[in-house]
């Protein structure tokens, strides 16, 4: 993400400090969700797992409570899922209203993102 050229790498150079899942998160958006069928990286996007609810951190807070509550893996999922959503209010819809070429609101939403 940070080696490609024009306004797109240029802005993912710029916020490189925000670390490199950040900038990778970003970048799989745009690749999986903008470019999609066309990305040089469709291949390789198109083998990673699609289907939502994959890990606990992803199902809904009631169904994590009810099947691991009392476990450490129930609070791992809780403060994942925390992280996440701080995460994206972080960026968003910050970004998208200042980058729009690069942040198209239609495609960085909390679903594509997490």
Known sequence: ALDDP???GETYRTFAALGE???AALWLVFEKFGEGA???WAP?????????????A???VA???ALLGGTPVCGDAHAAREK???QYAALFPALSEHYPEVF???LYTYENFV
């Open 58 to 60: 992803s199902w809904p």
């Open 38 to 40: 066309t990305s040089k």
């Open 84 to 86: 996440l959503a701080r």
């Open 44 to 56: 390789l996007l198109n083998a990673l797992p699609s289907v939502p609810g994959l890990t606990p």
């Open 6 to 8: 024009g306004q797109r």
């Open 104 to 106: 198209p609101a239609n």
């Open 21 to 23: 899942d950040t900038i």
């Open 63 to 65: 169904a994590t409570a």
